[in-house]
């Protein structure tokens, strides 16, 4: 991130390349992106600097799921109370449904694996499993179909998941492969229980509508409440990268480059990609693919290790935070989901509870506890020495 942000202000520097007064469209708002980029990275560090120990995770983890389920009834609530009021759809309190769902899908997958790891009694397991119901429910009712591909993208990683940490050593290979079995059937049982639940509590026309049209999405028609065409806009997107692919247009200068690219003739208003693969691509070219790959590479390298921990309540938080992740990653395909500011501080403390501190650190920490510890013995036994008393 402090890679890209510092990439981003060369765009902004007056290079004069190939004819240009700089690499970004427009360095104005090249310059507040990376004053947005900055703001996420201060963000992220002070998250992860004070949600550290496993008390402030466990709170966070909390905290987090309570907001998501807030959010979750207000869509709800949307979808039955405020129909005379709100005809537009259920967004909760965004202004776009699928921003809606892939908020809601990052606290599906922390709850989801809470359920999975085993982290909790009986009674706290009921309070996740609906949980993760009234969150379905809210995801259901956006019908976003971006939001049900990165719900079903969980559910298969925590499957998978589930396969590679069952069984043990000691176990027999057929008894070790039952419970690998037993796990996976319970993961995916889960997702299929939890979906089919809420769309049978809160109704699936508008999702199911929405497959429907799926193709008019890559045809010259237009959804009744989209006012813009993907095929469109992923098809500018490919010409702008493929004429800067090394450098891009610009952090931010998307919708000033996209004008020139335009195949509507201005008749669509487009200030994203609609993909955030595709907007990295486009604004920063291949510097800003390279550096956004390995950002995802760090994070799951450190993930799937803070996941192997045999520990249940720190194996639930990371695989959680991991399975949210992989649901923002997989809805980022077809949506810009990171272009949101919530949405990406979202992503970003889950990637701080996913990769919490090396083990090294830890015993750092319990050996700077222990000297504590001992030089209180000292402290104390001096104490009884003086007073002509043994300590013992």
């Given at each position: 991130m402090?890679?890209?942000?510092?990439?981003?202000?060369?765009?902004?520097?007056?290079?004069?390349?190939?004819?240009?007064?700089?690499?970004?469209?427009?360095?104005?708002?090249?310059?507040?992106?990376?004053?947005?980029?900055?703001a996420?990275?201060?963000?992220?560090?002070?998250?992860?600097?004070?949600?550290?120990?496993?008390?402030?995770?466990?709170?966070?983890?909390?905290?987090?799921?309570?907001?998501?389920?807030?959010?979750?009834?207000?869509?709800?609530?949307?979808?039955?109370?405020?129909?005379?009021?709100?005809?537009?759809?259920?967004?909760?309190?965004?202004?776009?449904?699928?921003?809606?769902?892939?908020?809601?899908?990052?606290?599906?997958?922390?709850?989801?694996?809470?359920?999975?790891?085993?982290?909790?009694?009986?009674?706290?397991?009921?309070?996740?499993?609906?949980?993760?119901?009234?969150?379905?429910?809210?995801?259901?009712?956006?019908?976003?179909?971006?939001?049900?591909?990165?719900?079903?993208?969980?559910?298969?990683?925590?499957?998978?998941?589930?396969?590679?940490?069952?069984?043990?050593k000691?176990?027999?290979?057929?008894?070790?492969?039952?419970?690998?079995?037993v796990?996976?059937?319970?993961?995916?049982?889960l997702?299929?229980?939890?979906?089919?639940?809420?769309?049978?509590?809160?109704?699936?026309?508008r999702?199911?509508?929405?497959?429907?049209?799926a193709?008019?999405?890559?045809?010259?028609?237009?959804?009744?409440?989209?006012?813009?065409?993907?095929?469109?806009i992923?098809?500018?997107?490919?010409?702008?990268?493929?004429?800067?692919?090394?450098?891009?247009?610009?952090?931010?200068?998307?919708?000033?480059?996209?004008?020139?690219?335009?195949?509507?003739?201005?008749?669509?208003?487009?200030?994203?990609?609609?993909?955030?693969?595709?907007?990295?691509?486009?604004?920063?070219?291949?510097?800003?693919?390279?550096?956004?790959?390995?950002?995802?590479?760090?994070?799951?390298?450190?993930?799937?290790?803070?996941?192997?921990?045999?520990?249940?309540?720190?194996?639930?938080?990371?695989?959680?935070?991991?399975t949210?992740?992989?649901?923002?990653?997989?809805?980022?395909?077809?949506?810009f989901?990171l272009?949101?500011?919530?949405?990406?501080?979202?992503?970003?403390?889950?990637?701080?509870?996913?990769?919490?501190?090396?083990?090294?650190?830890?015993g750092?920490?319990?050996?700077?506890?222990?000297?504590?510890?001992?030089?209180?013995?000292?402290?104390?036994?001096?104490?009884?020495?003086?007073?002509?008393?043994s300590?013992?």
């Open positions: 402090l890679l890209l942000l510092a990439y981003g202000v060369l765009q902004m520097l007056p290079l004069g390349i190939g004819g240009k007064s700089s690499i970004s469209f427009d360095p104005y708002l090249t310059m507040q992106a990376c004053i947005k980029l900055l996420s990275i201060v963000f992220f560090a002070m998250f992860a600097t004070f949600i550290s120990d496993d008390e402030h995770r466990k709170g966070a983890v909390k905290v987090i799921l309570g907001v998501c389920i807030v959010i979750a009834l207000i869509g709800v609530g949307q979808n039955y109370v405020g129909r005379a009021l709100w005809r537009r759809g259920v967004f909760g309190p965004f202004v776009n449904r699928n921003h809606f769902a892939g908020f809601l899908e990052m606290g599906i997958g922390l709850a989801s694996a809470a359920i999975v790891a085993r982290s909790a009694k009986i009674e706290m397991m009921a309070v996740h499993a609906c949980g993760v119901l009234i969150m379905c429910a809210g995801l259901v009712l956006s019908a976003s179909r971006g939001g049900i591909m990165a719900l079903a993208a969980q559910f298969v990683f925590l499957a998978i998941m589930a396969l590679t940490t069952a069984g043990s000691s176990e027999s290979g057929g008894r070790s492969k039952v419970r690998a079995f796990r996976v059937a319970g993961v995916l049982g997702g299929v229980g939890v979906t089919m639940i809420a769309i049978l509590l809160v109704g699936s026309e999702l199911v509508a929405n497959f429907a049209q193709q008019d999405t890559f045809t010259a028609e237009l959804l009744n409440n989209e006012r813009y065409n993907r095929r469109d992923w098809g500018a997107a490919w010409e702008m990268i493929k004429q800067h692919p090394v450098t891009g247009v610009g952090l931010g200068a998307f919708q000033v480059a996209y004008t020139q690219y335009d195949p509507s003739s201005g008749t669509q208003r487009v200030e994203q990609a609609h993909s955030d693969y595709l907007q990295i691509l486009s604004d920063a070219g291949i510097i800003g693919g390279v550096l956004a790959a390995l950002f995802l590479a760090i994070l799951f390298y450190r993930g799937f290790k803070a996941a192997a921990t045999q520990d249940r309540h720190r194996k639930a938080i990371a695989l959680g935070a991991l949210g992740c992989v649901g923002i990653v997989v809805h980022s395909l077809v949506d989901n272009q949101v500011t919530s949405n990406a501080q979202l992503f970003l403390a889950l990637a701080a509870l996913a990769t919490p501190r090396r083990e090294r650190s830890g750092l920490v319990r050996r700077r506890r222990t000297s504590h510890s001992k030089k209180r013995s000292l402290e104390e036994e001096e104490e009884w020495s003086g007073a002509g008393v300590p013992r």
